[in-house]
Nanobody, 119 residues
Framework: QVQLVESGGGLVQPGGSLTLSCAASGFTFSRYAMSWYRQAPGKERELVAGINSFGRSTNYADSVKGRFTISRDNAKNTMYLQMNSLKTEDTAMYYC????????????WGQGTQVTVSS
């Protein structure tokens, strides 16, 4: 059974930091590209950051470049998102996504973890 479980969300003040984790099980994690998405109320889900299966290539949305860092530990089947200098506009539900090497196969999604940036 495939599972992606996000954790680490919460309430933080502007300028603060949080680290999100995504624990994967039920599939060969090291073969999947992984990404973080977010969705704010009334807005479409957007890509925040992505990392390839080896962890050597990353990409970021312009809005988070220089503030967020995506990483993964294939030995622990876990992906991370270090978020620094948080802004109120970073408030959203954050989702973990796993994309298989065969693009004809379905993506996997977690249930999300809420991040709220507010003073």
């Amino acid at each position: 059974q495939v599972q992606l479980v996000e954790s680490g969300g919460g309430l933080v003040q502007p300028g603060g930091s949080l680290t999100l984790s995504c624990a994967a099980s039920g599939f060969t994690f090291s073969r999947y590209a992984m990404s973080w998405y977010r969705q704010a109320p009334g807005k479409e889900r957007e890509l925040v950051a992505g990392i390839n299966s080896f962890g050597r290539s990353t990409n970021y949305a312009d809005s988070v470049k220089g503030r967020f860092t995506i990483s993964r530990d294939n030995a622990k089947n876990t992906m991370y998102l270090q978020m620094n200098s948080l802004k109120t506009e970073d408030t959203a539900m954050y989702y973990c996504n796993a994309r298989p090497p065969d693009i004809s196969q379905p993506n996997y999604w977690g249930q999300g973890t809420q991040v709220t940036v507010s003073s």
